[in-house]
């Protein structure tokens, strides 16, 4: 079962957050039927934005995550929102690219360079867009640079994704530290080693799971705990929502030029299509709502 950590330590001087989401990437990979590098790559990206959506504040906060990046996987595209309902996609599944020099899955090669971007949507007038530079393409810096330059919170994270010999993923999670205002030299430092000593999360995950991880790690750790899922919000109602906007006549003009409207929705690989018949219900439908 996947399972976030949100609490203190170091004292009290230091927000830690330990992510276990090796079922989340699971999921990611039957879905999108993922390359490893892929997986990799979009396994990092699931983790880090369900950090960033364990503190939006209210229900019915939401956001997405863009690594535009011109890398062999293409844009890498993340949702979630504040009850940790999580999905994503990446442009090119199936992408390979040949070991890097530490004998590892390029995940840096898979995204490239370019811009990071989150939109979080939080029941204001305008939703808040914040934006990086993508710093190295292995995700953890640029979500740790992301946080530092758009935010202004310095952050330290460890990301990964471990993939078996039979293409599932075996562990996957993260640990993310990020100082509290009163944090001292002695907090961050002491934060900072164990940071540098989680070079394999991955394998962490796979063979402790994040429960005996912080158990371990910390001796003064306090926590909540929350469970993380990848779970798309699509469904015949919301995509019938959304098209009624259109209004009836682009509609209509579309079902005679193509003989139907079809939906894919990129995080849950479904189609919807909608013939005349299915329009001339929906238009009736939201006729007899309306009065």
């Given amino acids: 079962m996947d399972i976030l950590y949100k609490g203190v330590a170091f004292n009290g001087k230091i927000s830690v957050t330990v992510i276990e989401a090796t079922q989340m990437v699971n999921e990611a990979i039957k879905i999108h039927n993922l390359s490893p590098l892929a997986a990799a790559a979009l396994g990092r990206t699931l983790i880090a934005s369900t950090f960033m959506a364990s503190t939006l504040k209210s229900e019915g906060d939401r956001l997405s995550v863009t690594l535009n990046g011109n890398g062999v996987g293409g844009h890498i595209v993340v949702a979630g929102d504040s009850n940790l309902n999580m999905r994503g996609y990446i442009d090119n599944p199936q992408c390979e690219l040949p070991l890097n020099s530490k004998g590892k899955l390029d995940v840096a090669g898979c995204v490239g360079q370019g811009r990071l971007t989150v939109v979080k949507s939080m029941g204001l007038k305008d939703p808040y867009t914040g934006s990086c530079n993508i710093e190295s393409g292995e995700i953890a810096e640029d979500f740790a640079a992301y946080y530092t330059f758009s935010e202004q919170q310095p952050t330290g994270m460890a990301l990964g994704v471990k993939i078996g010999t039979d293409l599932n993923c075996v562990g996957a999670g993260g640990v993310i530290f990020q100082t509290l205002p009163d944090a001292d030299d002695d907090s961050i430092e ?91 219900s929906l238009i009736l439908n939201s006729i007899n709502k309306k009065g």
């Fill in 190 to 280: 002491k934060a900072e080693q164990l940071l540098y000593s989680l070079t394999d999360i991955s394998s962490i995950i796979q063979n402790e799971g994040a429960k005996t991880f912080v158990e371990r790690a910390f001796d003064d750790y306090t926590f909540e705990t929350f469970k993380p899922r990848y779970n798309c919000i699509c469904s015949n109602e919301y995509i019938s929502g959304m098209l009624i906007t259109l209004g009836a006549k682009e509609l209509y003009d579309t079902v005679e030029k193509q003989g139907k409207i079809e939906v894919h929705c990129h995080f849950c690989n479904k189609d919807y299509v909608y013939y005349k018949e299915d329009i001339d």
